[in-house]
């Protein structure tokens, strides 16, 4: 048997979330979720646009101690968010105790997975324009490095032989460039 009543609030709703939310809001279904997802709904019910916008998961732990109260954890996108959440420890206290979750403590992390919007602005901003063709060495050029590392010890010599090549390539290149 349907109820009329709640189809008939699912016809009225203006979108999806009012659908779901009235689907959730359910007693039956409070009682099918534990109570870190209840806790965590508190959590973005009782909070404003930016602790939303920056938590990035809630869980309970067990108090510290048999009898204490459990403890929130709530992760959030950058450490400077963890840091701010964490100075209004006491509001967020009093204001999951009015929505009726009695916590010991609400600590604040930094959830150390970035979001996929940070990540794919990583992975854009990583990929590093080709390095430019640096100019071969001459013959009298490489002569002159070879004898300049020729007083480092051998493990050390063709490091140094690199190296220097590099920077004399490198620098041939930027006074090219500037020419």
Known sequence: MINMSRTDEFAAAQGVGDALRGLLDTPQAKRAMGPGRLAQQAWYRMNGDIERAHTRGTYLTRGRRSGDAPTFVVYTDTRTCAIDFRANREVYL??????????????????????????????????????????????????????????????????????????????KYDSAQNS
């Open 94 to 171: 009093a204001r999951m105790a009015a929505a009726g979750f009695e916590f010991s403590d609400i600590e604040f992390r930094q959830d150390r997975r970035p979001a996929q919007k940070e990540a794919a602005g990583r992975a854009r901003s990583a990929k590093k324009p080709a390095a430019p063709r640096l100019p071969e060495l001459t013959a009298e050029e490489e002569a002159r490095i070879r004898a300049a590392v020729e007083d480092q010890p051998e493990n050390l010599r063709e490091r140094a032989y690199k190296a220097m090549c590099a920077s004399v390539r490198r620098q």
